[in-house]
Structure formats: C-alpha cells, structure tokens
C-alpha cells in the first residue's frame, strides 16, 4: 500500500501562485507514477498534471500547460505542483494519486492511490 496526502492548498487573486506539496509514504518503491487531477465546483474530476517517478517525464493538461509545473523529490517522497498565474477556472479541489503503471495516464481510474484532496481558490 502506498498513501499519499496533499497540503498547501489556499486562497489567491487571479494571477497569483501557489504550491501544493504530496507527501507519499508506505510501499513507495511500488510508485512508477504520480499525478494532480482536480475537481472544479459541479464537474467531474480531470487530469491536470503528471510524471513518472524514476524518469521524471512531465504530461501536463493543456488547459494548465505553461502555467503550472509538477516536480518530484526522490529523496524525500514528495511530489510537487507550482501554480503560477492562476484564474478562477483553476479553482478545484487538488487530488494527488499514484499509481503502480510507468506511463502517465490521464484517467482517474487507473491509480490505485489516491489522497483526500486540497482545495485551491481564486478569485478575481
């Protein structure tokens, strides 16, 4: 088993950053991929980032592309999302999820791990 756990969501203006962090524990050399799917008000969850934890390949969501960027810390467990110029449309609950496959996936169905989420707000 592999738990995760999200922290540092908030409150920002539009155009502000924010950096969400998810700490990983457990049977984490299981861990071939993690991502940052989101849930805005009312819809359904969606891809928004992801990598693979050995290589560090980077797949990002186009609607978030050139604005946030998700990095890892091997040493630590940690994986990380750095959101910059932020609009109220990225306002979401934050999951992190990991999953035993080495290709990022877009679809939520395929990681096994997922965390309870952070919410991040932006408002104009």
């Known amino acids: 088993q592999v738990q995760v756990a999200e922290s540092g969501g908030g409150s920002v203006l539009t155009g502000g950053s924010l950096r969400i962090s998810c700490s990983a524990t457990?049977?984490?050399?299981?861990?071939?991929?993690v991502a940052w799917f989101r849930r805005p008000p009312g819809k359904e969850r969606e891809f928004a980032a992801g990598?693979?934890?050995?290589?560090?390949?980077?797949h990002y969501a186009d609607s978030v592309k050139d604005r946030f960027t998700i990095s890892r810390d091997k040493d630590k467990n940690m994986v990380y999302l750095e959101m910059n110029n932020l609009k109220p449309e990225d306002t979401a609950v934050y999951y992190c999820a990991a999953s035993t496959l080495a290709v990022v996936y877009s679809r939520p169905e395929l990681y096994r791990y997922w965390g309870q989420g952070t919410q991040v707000t932006v408002s104009s």
């Open positions: 457990g049977r984490t050399f299981t861990m071939n991929s």
């Open positions: 990598l693979t934890w050995n290589g560090g390949d980077t």
